[in-house]
């Protein structure tokens, strides 16, 4: 079993900033990627940003140079920076992750409950 838990999210101010975090555990060999995704109300989920183990990056063209995702491989945990947030910056964020599983070597994708981003004055 491999779990991820979200933190950090809350309401803030246009213009402010949060940083989530997403640390993953249980029987975990290697975390392949790691990446952020957002629900708005009646909208479909997005890739926010990824991470893969080399470092390399990939983000949604809507919060390219505001988001900055980052990981620490020794803590299993992801970081999503998110500056200079909009209102449309709204939605629940969800953590994932590609796992090789230490049990049976399988890779698994797995999906955090989720952090609600509130973005309102």
């Known amino acids: 079993q491999v779990h991820l838990v979200e933190s950090g999210g809350g309401l803030v101010q246009p213009g402010g900033s949060l940083r989530l975090s997403c640390v993953a555990s249980?029987?975990?060999?290697?975390?392949?990627?790691m990446g952020w995704y957002r629900q708005a109300p009646g909208k479909e989920r997005e890739l926010v940003a990824s991470?893969?183990?080399?470092?390399?990056?990939n983000y949604a063209d809507s919060v390219k140079g505001r988001f900055t995702i980052s990981r620490d491989n020794a803590k299993n945990t992801v970081y999503l920076q998110m500056n200079s947030l909009k209102v449309e910056d709204t939605a629940v964020y969800y953590c994932?992750?590609?796992?090789?599983?230490?049990?049976?070597?399988?890779?698994?994708?797995?999906w955090g409950q989720g952090t609600l981003v509130t973005v309102s004055s």
């Open positions: 994932k992750a590609g796992v090789e599983s230490r049990t049976n070597f399988a890779y698994l994708e797995v």
């Open positions: 249980g029987s975990i060999l290697s975390i392949v990627v």
């Open positions: 991470i893969n183990s080399g470092g390399s990056t």
